[in-house]
């Protein structure tokens, strides 16, 4: 029990619970980074897509952007933060307009 006069704390962090929350957020960063990385490709893609002649080419990679948008996509209502979240749903609406 407490000492008189300190709060009660019902979520006391234990060394196993401090290790999990630590897990969670790298888990959390690699899955931004990688949902970057990977528009980071489908931009390049894209921009590959537009320099070619060759429309057997050009409809290859068009395909490859977009089976790279629905990833992001689904993967990204995995993200906990809202800002990192957004900033993921930005640049996939960006690449979407790209395509057009």
């Known amino acids: 029990m407490p000492a008189r006069g300190t ?10 619970s401090q ?3 630590e897990h969670q957020a790298r888990s959390q960063k690699a899955l931004i980074e990688f949902l970057h990385a990977d528009l980071d490709l489908c931009f ?5 897509a ?3 002649r060759d429309p057997e080419h050009r409809r290859s990679a068009v395909d490859k952007v977009l089976a790279g948008m629905q990833v992001v996509r689904r993967l990204a209502v995995r993200i ?6 957004q900033g993921v749903c930005h640049r996939v609406n960006e690449l979407e307009r790209a395509l057009d």
């Not at 390049?44 to 590959?48: A, G, H, Q, Y």
């Open 80 to 85: 906990e933060d809202p800002q990192a979240a």
């Open 44 to 48: 390049t893609m894209l921009n590959s």
């Open 7 to 16: 709060p009660r704390n019902k979520y006391h962090m234990t060394p196993k």
């Open 50 to 52: 537009r320099m070619t």
């Open 19 to 21: 290790g999990l929350n």
